[in-house]
T-cell receptor
């Protein structure tokens, strides 16, 4: 069964805090994406991972293929980071499966 | 041209009507996928088109259909609209269908069926 689970569902942090969002999936994948969705609905692709770790500015994404787990970290969080973060996995084949998202609110 | 553009941004339709949503893919991207995102839920895969042919389909009825055109644009058509079709519809384009290629998402069309 292809399942993608994210935790936590909701997260409130003070500005400057280090944030971690987790994603677990059930079977082998060909790629994992971390997406950011703002209240208007538009989705921005943050990272695409198939192994290891990627960093872009204050964002870091890691993936452990053996444990079927990925994390998205935000260092020195800022109110503009407030958004829904979605983990999406691509199994061999053509479909993406999405987690239900983590709603992040960063308070000044 | 960069980015994925969807139109319209918002749309209100009556139950039973038909709707066409449009997506202009990033130039050179021959793969486009459509997703339905209900309020508070993650996106659900509707179908994917690759080089103008349907290349995969999720658990959606046949009244959801699509087209992809040579100019990298595509359409999602929904017939006999139902209230539960109210959702954000997202399209995403990619250079190819393999998992190693990144996807660019549009901002979505918010459809309300009344």
């Amino acid at each position: 069964k292809n399942e993608v689970e994210q935790s936590p569902q909701n997260l409130t942090a003070q500005e400057g805090e280090f944030i971690t969002i987790n994603c677990s999936y059930s079977v082998g994948i060909s790629a994992l994406h971390w997406l950011q969705q703002h209240p208007g609905g538009g989705i921005v692709s943050l990272f695409m991972l198939s192994s290891g770790k990627k960093k872009h500015g204050r964002l870091i994404a890691t993936i452990n293929i053996q444990e079927k787990h990925s994390s998205l970290h935000i260092t020195a969080s800022h109110p503009r980071d407030s958004a829904v973060y979605i983990c999406a996995v691509k199994y061999p084949g053509n479909q993406f499966y999405f987690g239900t998202g983590t709603s992040l609110t960063v308070i000044p | 041209e960069t980015g994925v553009t969807q139109s319209p941004t918002h749309l209100i339709k009556t139950r039973g009507q038909q709707v066409t949503l449009r997506c202009s893919s990033q130039s050179g991207h021959n793969t486009v996928s459509w997703y339905q995102q209900a309020l508070g839920q993650g996106p659900q895969f509707i179908f994917q088109y690759y080089r103008e042919e349907e290349n995969g389909r999720g658990n959606f009825p046949p009244r959801f259909s699509g087209l992809q055109f040579p100019n990298y644009s595509s359409e999602l058509n929904v017939n006999a609209l139902e209230l539960d079709d109210s959702a954000l519809y997202l399209c995403a384009s990619s250079l190819a269908t393999g998992g190693g290629y990144g996807y660019t998402f549009g901002s979505g069309t918010r459809l309300t069926v009344v």
